[in-house]
């Protein structure tokens, strides 16, 4: 089944049109890549498809439903997002229970003490972090409070935007392998946005390149890994990072 | 005692009361070490003693008149001297903290909420709501504080509850174009975002969210503006249209004692100290508070 | 040939309400003109070895050291005043964003000249002359046009290679390149860095590049310093980081993806292995 499939997706902010025709379909249970240089429009499909970008025209369907322009509670009960900046995503003046919690009051659902501590030991947070504010915790517990958060309600669907690249090697190692992990426990689908194709390797079974608001290839995991892009484009960016690694 | 201290600082609370209570003490720790913060800390808390306890503080009665003893200067018996009606002028300075504290606790009930909501209102959903509002903000802003709690009082009659509602009224808009402000910022972040990804209302995320944030800035802010709104009070008592005589109002008092201020100096400056001290006050300890309580500041502590 | 730089014993220490911090605990080592790079995770006390060299590290941060000498000037009796001079003039720094970095009011053109003049006089002529041709080895191809633009008005890109053409006009002895690509998409990553390379090489200066990207230090450096909660923990050629022994080391280098990935799982760092030690 698919679980995301966008048709055609033309975003603008205000008069600037940022994509051009993107069109995609991901399976459920699969984890995608959207890779490509800054304003290349990558994080604005994720936008649009969490309905912080209403400004869009085409089609967006998740879970066979279309989606409607702004952010609803149904929606959000099946498509999370996790974001690039753990300093900025997390509230500075609520701890880390009242930030888990509030889905649970949103949504009416009950037993909130248990299940706050149980998606937090799924993510690997100690429940002594529990009544700390975000300035008593490190940028890795915080971004694994930030996916716990989007955990919370127990979503399909998870768009990544950057989530390691704020982070030390070290600690993006440890939350890469908690996505890993969480991805095959909870059968999640992941969309990740990202310009570091080492990660996207280990991460992801497939990616589109993007580049000025257009797709410019799709392609498979282990044509990456073979270094077997067709596009030029996608080569270059390849190259850059190959470069990087010794 | 050192107990209690643990169970405050304890970098891994149990409860969200414990957390919040160590906040609390981590910024109330930060205060006691601001110099000036302690001063108007002290002041401050003088004052609400003044007024709590000013039956007993007063020496005399502060309505009763003894023209025999008019126009004294400062003594044993009358510590800060005698009015022109012969009343004893630190029994009325005690009283008129009460009054001072009321003008000042209200308006900052009044006011503060009031620009909180709206400027929060505002900044959230921007478009023809923020030029409605801030419209009106600016048309508040643009006239001379005084000039309009004035043109109030003098459309409303003269007395002190009338004194009090047009100083909320001309404060307000101060403290929603700081909320609006605050807010823009904080519009955008990913923290709002995430949360409206989680299903939240708008209603939710404003009262639940953005407001707690605008609300440091805003203390810090009615804070500071205490010392004007007391001098305001006591300027709408000097030209006669705040408190109305005998009630010892410090800024009537002054007026009063403007006929003998050559002479008996003390009649007018006594109640002159009184609000230069605790405008003082409020002063310094909201620059305490903005050290400590700024968000930009980043709460490293 | 006396070393350029020469530090011994470095310490950074900040007071906080538990007691002093060091965040840099005694850290030495000697620089040529060569090229050399730190790295280290974010509190691994990188950065602030960087600015202790020129003195920026501020209150109430406190720097001593048995021996900080550049050039044979003892850097650590240096007044204020007297570290102005040197700032600039000898030693440079470049720093992660250049949003932050470049005055908004002033045109590009106009605050590489004052950071020329305020170290030389000089007719204002070949002031501009000495722009533009700075300009153009940053690879700006149409240096008068852009000597006009404001910041806002250049990319990220453009924005660091401005930055790097106000640090390097004076023709300072030693750079220093605090993560000065960070902000950087990757394709402009590389062409940043051979900049800085090239000018580097070509003028015979010392540099110092700090960054957490061991690649990349690797990469653009002769020599490399890992850092690890203050101290160095590590410290050898560049081609031979793989032979690293300390064991941080080799798991940085073992925690980083890699583009042909086929591990399941990224092994992580075991701090307890030497935090003790």
């Given amino acids: 089944m698919i679980a995301l499939s966008l048709k055609d997706l033309d975003i603008s902010y205000g008069d600037t049109q940022i994509t051009h025709k993107v069109s995609l379909d991901i399976a459920e249970g699969e984890s995608f890549a959207l890779v490509g240089e800054s304003g290349s429009g990558k994080s604005t499909v994720l936008k649009a498809i969490a309905g912080l970008a209403p400004q869009w025209t085409g089609e967006i369907r998740v879970l066979g439903k279309a989606r409607s322009h702004g952010v609803d509670r149904d929606f959000s009960r099946i498509c999370q997002m996790v974001f690039q900046d753990p300093y900025g995503s997390l509230h500075p003046r609520k701890t880390v229970d009242a930030t888990l919690g509030e889905a649970l009051t949103i949504h ?139 | 005692m050192a107990m209690l201290r643990d169970w405050l600082i304890d970098d891994s609370p149990a409860s969200p009361m414990q957390a919040r209570l160590g906040r609390l003490y981590r910024i109330f720790g930060a205060l006691m070490h601001n110099p000036l913060a302690v001063i108007g800390a002290i002041i401050i808390i003088c004052l609400i003693l003044a007024a709590l306890f000013a039956p007993w503080l007063a020496t005399h009665d502060p309505l009763r008149q003894a023209l025999a003893e008019r126009l004294l200067p400062p003594s044993a018996a009358h510590w800060l001297g005698t009015d022109e009606l012969g009343r004893d002028i630190w029994s009325r300075v005690v009283y008129g903290a009460r009054i001072t504290l009321v003008i000042v606790a209200l308006v900052a009930v009044l006011a503060a909420p009031a620009g909180l909501v709206i400027g929060v209102i505002s900044g959230y959903f921007g478009g023809w709501v923020d030029r409605i509002l801030m419209g009106i903000t600016d048309i508040f802003l643009s006239l001379p504080k005084l000039i309009l709690a004035l043109a109030f009082v003098a459309a409303l009659g003269p007395g002190i509850e009338n004194a ?32 409206r990804l989680l299903g939240a209302s708008s209603l939710r995320v404003n009262l639940g969210h953005v407001l707690p944030l605008c609300t440091s800035s805003m203390i810090i802010r009615v804070t500071l503006d205490m010392a004007g709104i007391i001098l305001t009070a006591a300027g709408l008592g000097f030209i006669g249209l705040g408190a109305q005589p005998p009630l010892p109002e410090w800024g009537a008092m002054i007026s009063r004692g403007r006929s003998f201020i050559l002479d008996q100096w003390w009649v007018a400056t006594m109640p002159g100290f009184a609000i230069i001290l605790v405008s003082l006050g409020f002063c310094f300890f909201g620059d305490g508070l903005r050290d400590v309580l700024d968000p930009k500041s980043g709460e490293q502590r | 040939m006396r070393p350029l730089l020469e530090i011994e014993n470095l310490r950074v220490t900040f007071p906080t309400a538990r007691g002093d911090i060091d965040v840099v605990r005694g850290v030495s ?59 600039g003039a000898r030693i440079s720094m470049v720093m992660q964003d250049p949003k932050f970095s470049l005055n908004p009011v002033m045109t590009i053109g106009e605050q590489i000249a004052e950071a020329l003049l305020t170290h030389k006089r000089l007719p204002r002529r070949e002031v501009n002359d000495r722009v533009h041709s700075m300009l153009e080895s940053v690879r700006i191809s149409d240096p008068e046009r852009v000597a006009r633009l404001y910041p806002h008005e250049v990319s990220g890109g453009m924005g660091q290679r401005v930055m790097i053409a106000m640090m390097l006009i004076p023709e300072p002895d030693l750079l220093i390149a605090d993560e000065p690509t960070s902000a950087l998409d990757v394709s402009v990553q590389a062409q940043v860095l051979d900049i800085i390379d090239e000018l580097v090489r070509r003028k015979g200066m010392g540099l110092i590049f700090i960054s957490h990207d061991l690649n990349l230090v690797s990469s653009y450096c002769d020599r490399i310093l890992v850092m690890n909660t203050g101290e160095v923990v590590e410290e050898c050629k560049a081609g031979e980081l793989m032979k690293a022994a300390h064991p941080y080391t080799r798991g940085l280098i073992a925690s980083i993806p890699r583009l042909d990935e086929t591990r399941d799982e990224l092994p992580v760092l075991d701090r307890s292995a030497w935090a003790k030690a």
Avoid at chain 2, 166 to 195: C, D, H, M, Q
Avoid at chain 3, 48 to 71: Q, W, Y
Wanted: aromatic share 6%.
């Fill in chain 3, 29 to 87: 080592f000697t620089l040529g003109r060569e090229r050399l790079g730190i790295v280290g995770e974010s509190g691994s006390g990188k950065s602030m070895t960087g600015r202790s060299i020129l003195k920026l590290v501020r209150a109430p941060g406190h720097v001593t050291a048995d021996k900080l000498a550049f050039d044979g000037i003892d850097l650590s009796t240096r007044s204020e005043k007297q570290m102005r001079a040197i700032r």
């Fill in chain 1, 108 to 246: 009416g659902i009950g037993n909130r003490s248990a299940r706050v501590e149980e998606v937090m030991g799924s993510v690997g947070l100690d429940r002594k972090f529990r009544f700390r504010f975000p300035h008593q915790l490190s940028g890795g517990q915080r971004q694994r409070v930030a996916i716990a958060r989007a955990l919370m309600l127990k979503p399909k669907i998870l768009l990544l935007d950057e989530p390691t690249s704020a982070l030390d090697v070290s600690v993006q190692a440890e939350i890469l392998n908690l996505l890993k992990r969480l991805r095959r426990e909870q059968n999640l689908t992941f969309l990740m946005v990202t310009h570091n194709l080492p990660v996207v390797s280990f991460l992801c079974d497939r990616l589109a390149v993007m580049r000025q608001g257009r797709i410019v290839e799709v392609a498979d995991i282990d044509e990456l890994k073979r270094g077997d892009l067709k596009e030029s484009y996608s080569r270059e960016l390849m190259q850059i990072s190959a470069a990087h690694a010794t």
């Fill in chain 2, 164 to 195: 009090i509602i047009a100083i909320a009224i001309t404060s307000w808009p101060g403290y929603a174009r700081v909320a609006r402000a605050e807010t823009l910022t904080f519009k955008n972040s990913e923290f709002i975002a995430a949360v």
